[in-house]
């Protein structure tokens, strides 16, 4: 069973950058979509990028331009670096692989927490 592990969150002051890294425990190769979602108190999950297996890539349109999410399938990771964070980037940031491009897939990591302090 595919399990992910995220990691890199924290506290970044507004404009500043922040990479969060996802790793999974067995390999990517076959899996289409990988990409992370967040969720800020109050609110609902939302997609923030996904990328394909043959580097296909989708972008929230609040963060068009400012993120960048690529993945690594030898080293079994997919990751995001965030630049010019602002506040509203405040959220738990969460892994996650098998979707279809419309929906998410099953499998979520447990999440990492970044905070943009304003």
């Known amino acids: 069973q595919v399990q992910l592990v995220e990691s890199g969150g924290g506290l970044v002051p507004a404009g500043g950058s922040r990479s969060v890294a996802c790793v999974s425990s067995?390999?990517?190769?076959?899996?289409?979509?990988v990409g992370w979602y967040r969720q800020a108190p109050g609110k609902q999950r939302e997609l923030v990028a996904h990328i394909t297996r043959v580097g296909a890539i989708t972008y929230a349109d609040a963060v068009k331009g400012r993120f960048t999410i690529s993945r690594d399938n030898a080293r079994r990771t997919v990751y995001l670096q965030m630049n010019t964070l602002r506040p509203e980037d405040t959220a738990v940031y969460y892994c996650n692989a098998g979707g279809d491009g419309t929906s998410p897939g099953p499998i979520w990591g447990q999440g990492t927490q970044v905070t943009v302090s304003s």
């Open positions: 067995t390999s990517i190769n076959g899996i289409n979509y």
